[in-house]
């Protein structure tokens, strides 16, 4: 530990904690605590070899020191502070450090980021510890502006952080992570170097050992494009990557890690859907005129089983897929792979999704409700967003749904997942030669209408949410789903097959015409909460909103 709690830390930019600001007592913090369930998360080491066995232990170890670090990027007083709570027995002092390690620090990540824990600043800084306290950002703008291309680009750049220089001027200079956090880096990269000896994977020996390299050049590139590469039994993604701590500019990367196992079966069950993708492509409900007679390659999708999460990763709201790197340079040459953690959204399913379905499902459809049908359309969600429309022409100018669309594409493109991932699913049963089991249909469909009222939840402002409702409604009033006397919902399964396909025909068509006022009336005739939904989503405030992993303890 490099940094020292220092009492300027306390007070950051303009913004002070007043001594006397009211912070949750013991009960209100377990309530707040208890809309995270406590879970193990379910994994199987006995697939591993004995060297891959032992690797894993060590990147768990470095995951750990991961931790520390994202704690010290996101606020400067956070390390002694978390130390200071360990060392407090009470009851309201333990509440208090394990909700501090469910947000890794002290503001509450579903509360708007408003601080649970007296002596730091009220909200948590837009800049965290990326900049100067008290930059404004007039004062990085001006002095950016003034510095030679590539400084300026190291300024802005994913890896460095901002700090004022020691002597009089106090002017902003440029200091990279590998500097900033070299200790922990160093420790971190030991870690990964014996991962790499344990391990016989190729691939795997290849992206730790240039994971490891970068942690102290501060080059990540070469090892981005090793972890495109990355195909083994333990996949590992560890690194700083996305930057959505840095509230200020949205430049700088938070550290974070997924140590976690491949998952074999699921991966053969993606392998044999894209065998399948231009067959559906070509048989989308869609004009023929419009759809893709030859698909590009599909990017790679991995399913795995996490088996720790640190930093970034593991704070507020679990990740529960992600799509890396960010770097636009390995994109373009690699393109982006997208990472589903299997067993992290079993554990959403069975504490949020069954309590759920038992409230909006009728008795006689709660057997329906099956967490294979769950993730096998999560897999048809992401495969989805590969077909249909992609490069539109308008009036003779070649463009895209997302140019064309603007603010609209996000509800749109993910509700036109949701509903292919139904219409691929329904093609597949329909034609696989491996016949689907009797009741596939049922589970499928209901096991959708449940895990609806899992985004209408969160109400309207968020993509899925929107979309979600005007998919429901859309449906509805198809006669597919069913508002039930008793506040239930059903699905009409003489009705849902060809109401998913007019509504997947109508948002494919949307995004092929680029037909900005056609998605506008779509959203505001169906992307609303009507009444009897408006009853359901009241009836499930008391179910949690997410997991508390316990493998992740700290303690
Ligand atoms: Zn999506």
Redesign the pocket.
């Known amino acids: 530990m490099k940094k020292s709690f220092v009492a300027r830390a306390v007070c950051l930019g303009t913004v002070c904690a007043a001594a006397a600001a009211v912070m949750p007592d013991l009960a209100q913090l377990q309530q707040m605590t208890a809309r995270f369930a406590p879970v193990k998360l379910q994994y199987d080491e006995s697939t591993l070899s004995p060297g891959d066995r032992n690797a894993l232990h060590k990147l768990v170890d470095a995951a750990r020191v991961i931790n520390a670090i994202f704690m010290d990027q996101a606020w400067r007083g956070n390390r002694a502070l978390y130390h200071q709570l360990e060392r407090d027995t009470s009851p309201l002092g333990q509440a208090r450090l394990h909700y501090f390690w469910l947000n890794k620090g002290p503001w509450s990540d579903l509360d708007g980021h408003a601080a649970f824990l007296p002596g730091v600043p009220e909200r948590k800084p837009l800049g965290a510890d990326f900049y100067p306290p008290d930059m404004t950002r007039q004062e990085f703008e001006a002095w950016v502006n003034k510095l030679p291309e590539a400084d300026r680009q190291q300024a802005e750049g994913f890896f460095t952080v901002i700090r004022r220089a020691p002597g009089k001027s106090h002017s902003l200079t440029t200091v990279p992570y590998s500097r900033e956090y070299h200790d922990d880096l160093r420790s971190a990269a030991d870690l990964l170097r014996q991962a790499a000896a344990d391990t016989s994977n190729a691939s795997l020996k290849r992206y730790l050992n240039l994971r490891a390299e970068a942690f102290l050049s501060n080059d990540y590139y070469a090892s981005d494009l090793a972890w495109m590469d990355l195909d083994a039994p333990l996949d590992i993604t560890i690194g700083p990557y996305e930057t959505y701590n840095d509230e200020l500019f949205g430049y700088k990367a938070a550290f974070e890690a997924y140590i976690t196992i491949r998952d074999d079966r699921e991966t053969e069950r993606l392998k044999s859907f894209a065998g399948h993708l231009q067959e559906i492509e070509d048989n989308l409900p869609l004009d023929a005129k419009y759809k893709n007679p030859k698909l590009g390659a599909a990017a790679p999708i991995r399913v795995v089983n996490e088996v720790y999460a640190a930093g970034d990763g593991a704070h507020g709201v679990r990740t529960a897929a992600f799509n890396l790197p960010n770097d636009e340079r390995v994109v373009q040459q690699k393109g982006s792979k997208r990472v589903m953690l299997k067993n992290v959204q079993q554990a959403k399913f069975d504490v949020n999704l069954k309590p759920i379905a038992a409230r909006v499902l009728p008795a006689s459809a709660q057997g329906d409700l099956s967490f294979d049908a769950f993730f096998m359309h999560i897999l048809a969600?992401?495969l989805s967003?590969g077909i249909g429309p992609h490069q539109i022409t308008v009036n003779g100018r070649v463009t895209s749904p997302r140019q064309e669309l603007k603010e609209l594409y996000s509800p749109i493109e993910?509700a036109k997942?949701d509903v292919t991932g139904l219409f691929m699913l329904q093609y597949l049963f329909d034609h696989n030669e491996a016949n689907p089991p009797a009741n596939a249909m049922h589970l499928l469909y209901t096991t959708f209408l449940a895990s609806a009222f899992r985004s209408l939840r969160f109400g309207l402002t968020e993509a899925h949410g929107k979309g979600m409702a005007m998919q429901f409604n859309y449906l509805t009033d198809k006669g597919a789903f069913v508002a039930n006397p008793d506040g239930t919902f059903s699905v009409d399964y003489s009705k849902i097959k060809d109401a998913v396909r007019d509504l997947d025909h109508d948002l494919l068509t949307i995004e092929a015409e680029g037909n900005y006022a056609a998605a506008k009336d779509m959203l505001a005739t169906y992307g609303v909460i009507r009444p009897p939904m408006q009853h359901a989503i009241d009836r499930l405030s008391s179910i949690p909103v997410d997991i508390d992993p316990v493998n992740e303890s700290a303690r």
Request: charged share 40%; glycine share 0%; hydrophobic share 20%.
């Open positions: 969600h992401e967003h993910e997942a």
